[in-house]
């Protein structure tokens, strides 16, 4: 039962990001207690660690992008972020993925943003549980949300 709560959760997540290109993976078997495939977010592509302000996802793009230790010892960052949409939206969600020269999760920090003109950037500070390791690093951005 909760793997089909967090299904829809997910989804209600993902509709407000319309996309051209995938954003999420599904993966899980039905069985006679579970009918519905587990929705998982997939990783948006990965960028060169030098310069992460390639990085984009369904209309929002990364102007800046400052990663280091939260204070408390984990992965944290500050982004500022363009909603290039086409409109104005009242809350987004965002996902940064922090990824190995072999492309394995290192961490993953989340953000969110508020009241965002269309065309404006806005700062957006990034969490994370992830301890935090200096290091050269890939990372994979995408919008999880927004409306």
Same mark, same amino acid.
């Given at each position: 039962?909760?793997?089909i709560v @967090?299904a @829809?959760?997910?989804?209600?997540a993902?509709a /407000?990001?319309?996309s051209? &290109?995938?954003?999420?993976?599904v993966s899980?078997?039905? &069985?006679?207690?579970?009918?519905a495939p @587990?929705v998982?977010?997939?990783?948006?592509?990965?960028?060169d660690a030098v310069?992460?302000? &390639?990085?984009?996802? %369904? /209309?929002?793009?990364?102007a800046?992008? %400052?990663? #280091?230790?939260?204070?408390?010892?984990?992965?944290g960052?500050?982004a500022?972020i @363009? %909603?290039? &949409?086409?409109?104005?939206k #009242?809350?987004?969600?965002? $996902?940064? $993925? +922090?990824?190995d020269a072999s492309k394995?999760?290192v961490?993953?920090? +989340?953000?969110?943003?508020m009241?965002?003109? #269309?065309?404006?950037t +806005?700062t +957006?500070?990034?969490?994370?549980?992830?301890p935090?390791k200096?290091?050269?690093y890939?990372?994979?951005?995408q919008?999880?949300?927004?409306?």
């Amino acid at each position: 039962m909760r793997s089909i709560v @967090v299904a @829809v959760i997910m989804a209600a997540a993902l509709a /407000g990001c319309s996309s051209t &290109t995938p954003t999420t993976a599904v993966s899980g078997t039905p &069985t006679a207690t579970h009918s519905a495939p @587990v929705v998982t977010p997939a990783p948006a592509a990965a960028a060169d660690a030098v310069d992460p302000t &390639t990085l984009s996802n %369904n /209309g929002w793009k990364v102007a800046t992008f %400052n990663m #280091k230790d939260d204070g408390a010892g984990n992965f944290g960052a500050t982004a500022r972020i @363009v %909603n290039a &949409t086409g409109s104005d939206k #009242k809350a987004s969600a965002f $996902t940064m $993925t +922090v990824l190995d020269a072999s492309k394995s999760i290192v961490a993953t920090l +989340v953000g969110s943003a508020m009241s965002v003109a #269309k065309d404006a950037t +806005v700062t +957006v500070q990034f969490a994370s549980t992830d301890p935090y390791k200096a290091g050269t690093y890939l990372y994979a951005f995408q919008c999880d949300g927004s409306y």
